[in-house]
């Protein structure tokens, strides 16, 4: 026997609601509904999740988990070799034919969040981030410096979501691989320009730091024989008076 603990209601009731939407989508989705369907009542569902905005909002992440290829797609990007290689290999994983479901819900839940100012806000403040922040950090490990790399992110995560919606409007996966592929090669040039000249600012104020500290060396030790020179003639006045005191 293993040590796997039970599953708890509020889980189950996620579990089975992720797949409800999965199936039948959001619209026109009720909780009373919905309760009939998975087994429980519009009052419990209200009770575990507080509203069907931050129920649909948690199964939408629910659903996520069953679609493995699109979780690891952003991880891509941290494996070996050159970066328009890594970008094909996100959108080979988003791109996969089991992801449509979760691409389909997906799309109507953010349609019906643009549209309804307030009721998933949670849920448009994720997509808005999520793979922005993750792509960033990949990006920065590369070498892109901090502010290239949120940019490039953004334009990126707005790359693959338009072939996303490509993707559910029954354009080829050929066609899209191939201009995925173009702009990839693109995308990563950039990165490398940006990188490069983030190396070279930092390799110039590095240059200007150390030249910054030659001269103040150089301006401390100037004074320094200023002072031991003028130290000296004090030195000789001192003994010169000593030698020849006043009649």
Not at 41 to 46: A, K
Not at 54 to 83: E, F, K, M, V
Not at 107 to 130: I, P, T, W
Request: aromatic share 6%; glycine share 10%; charged share 20%.
């Amino acid at each position: 026997m293993g040590d796997q603990r039970p599953e708890s209601e509020p889980d189950r009731l996620l579990r089975l609601t992720a797949g409800y939407v999965l199936e039948h989508g959001i619209a026109g989705l009720t909780l009373r509904r919905l309760g009939v369907a998975i087994g429980t009542n519009n009052r419990m569902l209200l009770y575990y999740f507080g509203s069907k905005e931050q129920l649909i909002s948690r199964a939408l992440l629910a659903a996520s988990a069953g679609y493995p290829a699109l979780n690891s797609a952003i991880s891509a990007l941290g494996d070996p070799g050159p970066l328009a290689d890594r970008l094909n290999a996100c959108w080979a994983r988003i791109a996969s034919p089991a992801n449509v479901p979760f691409h389909r819900l997906f799309f109507e839940v953010f349609g019906v969040a643009a549209h309804q100012s307030g009721r998933f806000d949670e849920f448009l403040d994720r997509v808005g981030h999520d793979w922005v922040n993750q792509v960033t950090g990949y990006l920065r490990a590369d070498g892109v410096p901090p502010a290239d790399a949120a940019l490039l992110a953004r334009e990126l995560v707005a790359l693959w979501r338009g072939l996303q919606f490509d993707l559910l409007s029954a354009v080829e996966t050929d066609a899209l691989a191939a201009s995925h592929a173009s702009a990839a090669q693109a995308f990563a040039d950039r990165c490398a320009r940006a990188a490069a000249a983030g190396e070279a600012r930092e390799v110039g104020a590095a240059r200007e730091a150390g030249a910054a500290r030659e001269a103040g060396a150089a301006r401390e030790a100037g004074a320094a024989q200023e002072t031991g020179a003028a130290q000296e003639t004090g030195a000789a006045r001192e003994g010169l008076a000593r030698a020849h005191p006043p009649a």
